[in-house]
């Protein structure tokens, strides 16, 4: 699972990575991410993580979070 080999990175309780994994696995799943060796799954990861960083530990929250940054990414810098 990538999401594990990202958090040797980052510093989490227990609970937070329970509620991560749930995000992870419930983001992959709205995207219909099934082949975990698509790029798109580490992408998936680390935004959760960055999403784990900056919201509360919901993974509803994180799940939103991730979807609105893969459908929405913020412009590119010209």
């Keep these: ?3 594990h ?3 040797r990175e980052a510093s989490f309780d227990d609970g937070a990575v329970r509620a991560m994994t749930i995000a ?4 992959l799943r709205e995207l219909r991410l ?3 060796h698509d790029p798109l799954v580490e992408i998936v990861a680390r935004i959760i993580i960055d999403c784990a ?3 509360d530990h919901d993974p ?3 799940r939103d979070c991730a979807l609105q940054a ?5 412009p590119q810098a010209a």
């Design 70 to 74: 893969i459908r929405n990414p913020p």
């Design 1 to 3: 699972m990538p999401l």
């Design 34 to 36: 099934t082949d975990r």
């Design 53 to 55: 960083a900056k919201c």
């Design 60 to 62: 509803v929250v994180m």
């Design 5 to 7: 080999r990202f958090l």
């Design 24 to 27: 992870f696995e419930d983001t």
